[in-house]
């Protein structure tokens, strides 16, 4: 899409005519990318190559690379939810609407619910009663989805916009591989600007866990009950990770690493690596603090 296609329906000033294919934040990864940038702190971010437009305001216009397509705004970030929003009403930027699919061999509980359009379900998943599956999810083949999961759902998108809230539309999806296992009463949240929420091949997620929008699963990894994953963060393969224990929003954990119980990480795991604690350090540094810090009895 051009940026000059939006003028017609919305109050934008394109200063400089790009093309976009998607938005998102200056971090994501996805191509020809369409941001906001009001803060001076993340010019640099622009350099992407996967970048392709940007929003900004007049006071940063002339830092701005003459590649990327321009729009001027007193309020960028009011303007590029406006834009997310419009999308997400009016087109199909982000993905066209089609009669739900699922296959002949799958197990749909007649409790269930999978919504009439934009899911696909694959040969031999199951569903346990009261499981919900919403639109944009596409699940693969010999997927579990036990009771009272839902998975597609909108997730917690409050963004301050000047002197109000406003909850921020979902227009991505979930995409689940074949033989995950979702257990009891988890949600799994869609990607908020396109692209998928992704958990990979035979991963298990235990009883009560959320998986934000946009979150990466590897493969074979165990996620325990209770785990709460936030917004964008990725997960390698083989990656364990303990009850109760939170990841934090754009956290890296490598492949193999594991996250003991109620740890809480707030920044990347190595691969291989063991982490403990609040915040998460590594574990052998958390039991040689414990054993510097224990009690004695008294005596």
């Given amino acids: 899409m051009l940026l000059s296609e939006l003028e017609p329906v919305l109050p934008i000033t394109v200063a400089r005519d790009g093309q976009f294919r998607s938005l998102g934040f200056v971090d994501h990864d996805a191509d020809e990318l369409l941001v ?12 992407k190559p996967n970048i392709s437009c940007v929003i900004t305001s007049e006071r940063l216009v002339d830092r701005i690379p003459s590649r990327l397509g321009l ?8 303007r590029f939810y406006t834009i997310h929003d419009y999308l997400c009403r009016h087109t199909d930027f982000y993905g066209p609407s089609m009669v739900s699919r699922i296959a002949e061999s799958a197990r749909v509980h007649p409790a269930s619910y999978v919504a009439p359009a934009n899911v696909e379900i694959g040969p ?3 569903t346990e009663p009261n499981a919900t599956i919403l639109e944009r999810t596409r699940i693969g083949a010999d997927v579990i989805i036990r009771a009272g999961t839902v998975v597609g759902a909108e997730g917690f998108g409050a963004v301050r916009l000047s002197d109000r809230q406003v909850h921020v539309r979902h227009g991505g999806s979930v995409e689940l591989a074949d033989q995950v296992q ?12 396109g692209g998928a929420t992704t958990i990979g091949r035979e991963t298990i997620v ?9 979150v990466r699963i590897g493969k ?21 990770i303990g009850p109760n224990a939170v990841i934090s929003n754009s956290v890296r954990i490598g492949d193999g690493a594991s996250v003991t119980l109620g740890a809480v990480v707030i920044r990347d795991v190595a ?3 063991r982490v403990s604690g609040h915040f998460a350090i590594s574990h ?3 039991l040689e603090f414990l054993a510097r810090s224990r009690y004695d009895d008294g005596g």
Avoid at 36 to 47: H, K, N, P, T, W
Avoid at 222 to 239: E, K, L
């Fill in 36 to 47: 906001a940038v009001y803060e001076g702190r993340y010019l640099d971010r622009l350099q």
């Fill in 71 to 78: 729009v001027i705004d007193t309020d960028p970030k009011t």
């Fill in 124 to 126: 031999g998943t199951m």
């Fill in 182 to 193: 979702i257990l009891s009463n988890c949600t799994i949240v869609r990607a908020t600007f």
């Fill in 206 to 214: 235990n009883a009560q866990s959320y998986v934000a929008h946009n």
């Fill in 220 to 240: 074979r990894c165990r996620i325990a009950a209770g785990v709460i994953i936030a917004g964008s963060a990725q997960i390698g393969d083989d990656v364990w």
């Fill in 271 to 273: 691969p291989g690596e």
């Fill in 284 to 286: 052998r540094r958390f």
